[in-house]
């Protein structure tokens, strides 16, 4: 069955300085995997995803995430966090190809200080 | 706004009321998901149309669930004889089947507070 793990359940950074969100998974296939953020009272947003072509993806925001099989990772990252970043990340994985059913971490809070 | 809408985006009930919700998908989207969200969790899948086919439902879904797409447009879930452990965030999304990674998009949710 797939799985994520999402290894940090908050993640707290200075405005300027890089963002680290970890993002484990575990899939029988190789699998479709996302990053989709969450602002307080806003609705799911994707930031980025990955679909087996190349292993670092550009998503929105200036976001990014590398594919590591090996590792079984998929970890998003920023070079430089803004306020406007703070919110709930979630990674997720999609179930099989012909459902496309999500499987969501359990999330990471980030905060961002001034 | 040609996104995912939810309708109504909150909604209060007493214990053992029925409620019903409603997910106005992306129009040329032909799959539909419903998802529950508790506080502090992610999304959790509930059930999932193609067109008006309802084709996988979660063990979370008990019998007081029921959830329909009848003409393969908008959906509604129903809760029957809700209960206190109701209470949550209930997210709608859709896709188009069979374009790559079958992006979903979300709509805002449906605020559930079960008194």
């Known amino acids: 069955a797939q799985s994520v793990t999402q290894l940090d359940s908050h993640v707290s950074v200075s405005e300027g300085t890089p963002v680290l969100l970890r993002c484990n998974y575990s899939?029988?296939?190789?699998?479709?995997l996302f990053w989709y953020v969450q602002h307080p009272n806003k609705g799911l947003q994707l930031l980025l995803k990955?679909?087996?072509?190349?292993?670092l993806v550009k998503g929105i925001n200036g976001f990014e995430a590398e594919f590591k099989k090996s590792e079984t990772s998929f970890h998003l990252t920023k070079p430089s966090a803004h306020m406007s970043d703070a919110a709930e990340y979630f990674c997720v994985v999609s179930e099989a190809p012909n459902t496309g059913k999500l499987i969501f971490g359990q999330g990471t809070t980030l905060q961002v200080k001034p | 706004d040609t996104g995912v809408s939810q309708d109504p985006r909150h909604k209060i009930t007493k214990r053992g009321q029925n409620v019903t919700f409603r997910c106005d998908p992306i129009s040329e989207h032909n799959r539909l998901y419903w998802y529950r969200q508790t506080l502090g969790q992610g999304p959790e899948f509930l059930t999932y149309f193609q067109n008006e086919a309802q084709l996988e439902k979660s063990r979370l879904l008990s019998d007081r669930f029921s959830a329909e797409r009848p003409k393969g447009s908008f959906s509604t879930l129903e809760i029957q004889r809700t209960e206190q452990g109701d209470s949550a965030m209930y997210l709608c999304?859709?896709?188009?089947?069979?374009?790559?990674?079958?992006?979903?998009?979300f709509g805002p949710g449906t605020r559930l507070t079960v008194l």
């Open positions: 999304a859709s896709s188009l089947a069979g374009t790559g990674a079958n992006e979903q998009f």
């Open positions: 899939s029988s296939y190789s699998p479709s």
């Open positions: 990955y679909t087996s072509a190349a292993t």
